[in-house]
């Protein structure tokens, strides 16, 4: 394993509540809708865009608005989010991740971020993170999201790293879909039921160390 190229919402900090509560008051307020607590997970790896598409066929609204009155609607939850990341300090960042940052950097793993969202870079300057990753692959110059493999492809092309050997590192479905369809290594931190595509799943963050990465790797490249 020469890199490790990871998502962020999920598994170096969890901004899912935040997205999730950004989300219900855009529609609460703008949309006349209450929405499930299922899409929280169901959002998760879903850019900005696809995520308010999902939530107007939801509630039957998309073809009352324009594009470009979708973008708005896109901007002003984009506001609410970032208000409430505002307060994000290191002491949000997952258990472990600190120390397996540590623990890759020590055996010499490149590291770089996958992730769909936009605000990455704002986020990892918060979390006191930014400087530990060699690359963030930026979400706005790939052409397909989750699953597609575009963003783990960029991020290890950010490394220079052919992605054979590189371990992708998610919370999500379609995160996982977008690792194996890079031909990645995936390892995932969540429920083995549903993550059942990925080579290795544990149940926390703090169960993440580059043992298991390495020894995850060896075994789906053989
Ligand atoms: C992550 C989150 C998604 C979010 C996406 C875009 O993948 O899991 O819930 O929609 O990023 O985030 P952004 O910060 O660009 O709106
Ligand atoms: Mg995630």
């Known amino acids: 394993m020469k890199g490790a190229i990871f998502d962020l919402d999920g598994v170096i900090t969890d901004t ?7 989300w219900s008051q855009l529609a609460s ?3 006349g809708l209450k929405l499930p607590a299922s899409f929280e997970t169901e959002l998760k790896g879903i850019s900005r865009i696809e995520s ?16 470009e009155q979708v973008e708005e609607l896109a901007a002003e939850k984009n506001g609410y989010y970032l208000k409430a990341i505002d307060t994000l300090t ?9 120390r397996l940052i540590g623990e890759l950097k020590e055996h010499d793993v490149k590291l770089s971020v996958a992730s769909a969202s936009k605000n990455a870079p704002v986020i990892l300057k918060k979390l006191g993170l930014f400087d530990k990753f060699d690359a963030i692959a930026d979400p706005s110059k790939v052409e397909h999201g989750k ?38 290594t995936a390892v995932a931190v969540g429920d083995p039921e549903e993550l059942g595509k990925a080579d290795a799943v544990v ?4 169960d993440f160390s580059y043992a298991l990465f390495e020894e995850t790797w060896e075994k789906s490249r053989n």
């Open 16 to 22: 899912a509540k935040f997205h999730f509560a950004a």
């Open 52 to 67: 308010l598409e999902r939530i107007l066929d939801f509630g039957g609204l998309r073809d009352k608005y324009t594009a």
């Open 90 to 98: 290191k002491d949000d960042i997952l258990p472990g991740i600190t």
């Open 147 to 184: 699953p597609a493999p575009d963003i783990f492809l960029a991020g290890a092309r950010a490394v220079s790293l052919d992605p054979k050997d590189c371990v992708g590192v998610e919370d999500a479905v379609a995160g996982v879909a977008a690792i194996k369809a890079a031909n990645m």
């Open 29 to 31: 307020e703008k949309l």
């Open 203 to 206: 149940p926390t963050t703090d």
